[in-house]
C-alpha cells in the first residue's frame, strides 16, 4: 500500500526567503506527483504536476523535482511572501489509479 | 459558473437526518471523485466515477451512498451518519483518471 509522508510537519519562515518542502513515497510505480495548496476551510489548488518520465516542472517562484527511484520530490519556493502561508499537499497517483495523499506541510510567512 | 463548485458549502445534521452533497464540473471532464479531509489525517479517496460508472469504493460505510447522473454532476447521499462522519468532504475532476485533479472548495459537515 503507498504511504506519502512529507516533511516538516510545519514551517515558519521570514518573508523574502527560499524554502524546500520535502515529500517521500514508499512505491516508485507511480503515474505522477501533484503538489497542492490549501488554505484554512478551503479546497485544494493544484500548484504542479509531474508526470513519471519528467524530472521537474516550474511555475512562477514554484520549483517541482521526482526522483522517482528514490521515491521523493521537492518543492521549491523561491523568495517566499506571506500569501504563501497556507498547508501544501503532496499526492502521488498510482495503480489502481488513486491519488494517495501526504499529511500536509503548514507553512506561514512572516512578514 | 466554471470550475468544480460543491454545495452547500456547510451543513449541520443530525444523526438521523438524510441528506444530500451536490458536485457539479464544468471543465468538460469524465472523472469525478468523492474525499473525505478529517481533521490531523491526509485525504482518504472514497468514491471514483469514470465515465459515469463507479470504479472504487475504498471501503466506505453504506451510510454514504453516491450517485452520479451523468459525466458533469456527482452526489454524495447522507443518511444515519455518526458524529465521527464530521469532516470536510471535497469533490474532484479529470479528464481520464491518470490526469490532473481539479478540486472544488468541499462542504463541511458536521454531524451532531
Known sequence: KQEVTQIPAALSVPEGE??????????SAIYN????????????????????SQREQTSGRLNASLDKSSGRSTLYIAASQPGDSATYLCAVL????????GSGTQLTVLP | ??????????????????????CEQHLGHNAMYWYKQSAKKPLELMFVYSLEERVENNSVPSRFSPEC?????????????????SALYLCASSQEQTYEQYF???TRLTVT
Do not use: A, Y
Not at chain 1, 18 to 27: E, G, K, P, Q
Not at chain 1, 33 to 52: C, E, V, Y
Open chain 2, 69 to 85: 447522473p451523468n459525466s458533469s454532476h456527482l452526489f454524495l447521499h447522507l443518511h444515519t451518519l455518526q458524529p465521527e462522519d
Open chain 1, 33 to 52: 506527483l501533484q503538489w497542492f495548496r490549501q488554505d484554512p476551510g478551503k479546497g485544494l489548488t493544484s500548484l504542479l504536476l509531474i508526470q513519471s
Open chain 1, 94 to 101: 498510482g495503480p489502481p489509479r488513486q491519488l494517495t495523499f
Open chain 2, 1 to 22: 459558473e466554471t470550475g468544480v463548485t460543491q454545495t452547500p458549502r456547510h451543513l449541520v445534521m443530525g444523526m438521523t437526518n438524510k441528506k444530500s452533497l451536490k
Open chain 1, 18 to 27: 527560499n524554502l524546500v518542502l520535502n515529500c517521500s513515497f514508499t512505491d
Open chain 2, 104 to 106: 472544488g472548495p468541499g
